[in-house]
């Protein structure tokens, strides 16, 4: 099973919006609307940003979102602030019933 | 409060064994499915194992299919790796994370742990 495509960094100066973009295939991100993003600051173990697409758990801002169309989903950040600085990750559900991460996105805010 | 705690890592040499543990608190342990998730050093985030909540489905990455194997103990609220013929690029960091209660398959991972670091030395 192949890692999801994300493009290694993206960036933008306060206040800006930045999208992310995760690349699969037929077997996973086509197949099911079970896509995630994980946010990791330096050091820190991950924590759910968004679940199935578009769903966003209590406390996380709403200036996250997430859709999907296709074999890609993509992740926004509106109003980009300084504490988004982290590593951030999709994450899908497989036909073969396992689970498979992106590569992996840096955002650096300017 | 949901709290994962992972012990169990260290230096191993190649083709030894390790087992990791996760004790888990704060929660019905027994409702939710747990998974590994791994990341070596400087690198990306890697699904290794789920277990489902009722311990009857297990599913592996590819990777370790056949040397890692899954399992859990419901009165411990403990969920474990047993790690066999380790290899140099099974170095990484080990993460136990939780999914959503009765989510059989196709479950995000809503709490993690903080990790413990495996070394596999050749």
């Known amino acids: 099973q192949s890692a999801l495509t994300q493009p290694p960094s993206v960036s933008g100066s306060p206040g800006q919006s930045v999208t992310i973009s995760c690349t699969g295939t037929s077997n996973d991100i086509g197949s099911y609307n079970r896509v995630s993003w994980y946010q990791q600051p330096p050091g820190t173990a991950p924590k759910l940003l968004i679940h199935e697409v578009s769903n966003r758990p209590s406390g996380v801002p709403n200036r996250f979102s997430g859709s999907k169309s296709d074999n890609t989903a993509s992740l926004t950040i509106s109003g980009l602030q300084a504490e988004d600085e982290a590593d951030y990750y999709c994450n899908s559900y497989t036909t073969s019933s396992t689970y498979v991460f992106g590569t992996g996105t840096k955002v650096t805010v300017l | 409060q949901v709290q994962l705690v992972e012990s169990g890592g260290g230096v191993v040499q190649s083709g030894r064994s390790l087992r990791l543990s996760c004790a888990a608190s704060g929660f019905a342990f027994s409702s939710h499915g747990l998974h590994w998730v791994r990341q070596a050093p400087g690198k990306g985030l890697e699904w290794v194992a789920v277990i489902w909540y009722d311990g009857n489905n297990k599913y592996y990455t590819d990777y370790v299919k056949g040397r890692f194997t899954i399992s859990r103990d419901n009165f411990k609220n403990t969920l474990y790796l047993q790690m066999n013929s380790l290899r140099a690029e099974d170095t990484a960091v080990y993460y136990c994370?939780?999914?959503?209660?009765?989510?059989?398959?196709?479950?995000?991972?809503?709490?993690w742990g903080q990790g413990t670091l495996v070394t596999v030395s050749s």
């Open positions: 994370a939780r999914s959503p209660a009765y989510c059989g398959g196709a479950c995000h991972f809503d709490y």
